[in-house]
């Protein structure tokens, strides 16, 4: 089975990136994971930008990543508004055939997706016809506000911009309800499922410790049934990549594993694999 990783970071050597690689098996680098992925067939990934929006600081190995250019926190000028420059910039990334879309970290942020800042943001998606990914649900920073990140923000502005697509990361976890509504109502929103854990884990017992919570992610994938709209996604380094595959397989029924591990992913973000 070919799989693509449609939601990974990858950061520069220090020494707390390189402690979270190493807590989950892995080693922080492209080297460590062009490896890792040849035997785990995963043939693609993408990379969500973080930090800059300088063009050279987005070189990755072109036959192993795509990336989509991301608007967090570091970018904000004094953490309140964005560079003057904002849209040409985002536009020189959207230019590339490497760029495959752009990443919006709300929560973070703190600013709502129907604040004004981000509508160039929104037509030059349109307009390029690249997504426009987002970070949804529960965030890694309690500075960050979760209010921003609700799948019910996402919402509005899909509702709002029809041309645009994009992407709930996470699937909104934990506000599996309002996700899998989002999903369900807005055609142009797909969603991925990253990030649903976090370290090293025994799948047996997890699946019997928390059998509620896997039953809720399960209740509300097979009650929408979008499996079109739905891309396997890591959020790596935090997890074990051979490990999170099989936490998906469990979740995702095997006759939509096609779809789910590679080929929304490669339609979504335009992956031409």
Same mark, same amino acid.
């Given at each position: 089975m070919k799989i693509i990783d449609a939601h990974l970071h990858l950061f520069p050597p220090s020494p707390s990136t390189d402690a979270m690689a190493r807590a989950v098996g892995h080693e922080n680098s492209a080297g460590h994971l062009r490896q890792a992925y040849g035997r785990l067939g995963i043939v693609h990934g993408v990379v969500m930008g973080n930090r800059s929006l300088e063009l050279d600081y987005h070189t990755y190995p072109?036959?192993?990543?795509?990336?989509?250019?991301? *608007? +967090?926190? @570091?970018?904000?000028?004094?953490?309140?508004? #964005?560079?003057?420059?904002?849209?040409?910039?985002?536009?020189?990334?959207?230019?590339?055939d490497a760029c495959c879309g752009v990443k919006l970290y709300p929560g973070y942020n703190k600013l709502w997706l129907s604040d004004p800042v981000y509508e160039p943001v929104y037509e030059l998606a349109a307009r390029y016809d690249k997504p426009v990914a987002v970070h949804m649900g529960l965030t890694s920073m309690a500075r960050a506000h979760l209010k921003y990140c609700h799948p019910l923000a996402l919402d509005e502005v899909a509702a709002d911009h029809r041309r645009t697509r994009f992407v709930m990361c996470h699937f909104g976890?934990?506000? *599996? +309800?309002? @996700?899998?509504?989002?999903?369900?109502?807005? #055609?142009?929103?797909?969603?991925?499922?990253?990030?649903?854990?976090e370290g090293r884990v025994d799948l047996d017992a997890y699946f019997r410790e928390q059998a509620g919570y896997a039953g809720l992610l399960t209740t509300w994938l097979t009650a929408i049934g979008r499996w079109d709209d739905l891309m396997y996604g890591t959020d790596w380094p935090i997890v074990n990549l051979e490990e999170y595959i099989r936490f998906i397989q469990r979740l995702v029924p095997e006759k939509h594993w096609e779809k789910v591990f590679f080929s929304n992913a490669?339609?979504?973000?335009?992956?031409?694999?």
């Open positions: 072109a036959d192993l990543f795509h990336y989509c250019i991301g *608007l +967090d926190s @570091a970018l904000m000028d004094q953490g309140d508004r #964005p560079i003057p420059d904002l849209a040409e910039r985002v536009e020189a990334h959207l230019e590339r976890n934990p506000f *599996l +309800d309002a @996700a899998a509504a989002v999903v369900e109502k807005d #055609p142009n929103v797909s969603a991925d499922l990253s990030g649903l854990l490669n339609r979504i973000y335009g992956l031409g694999l």
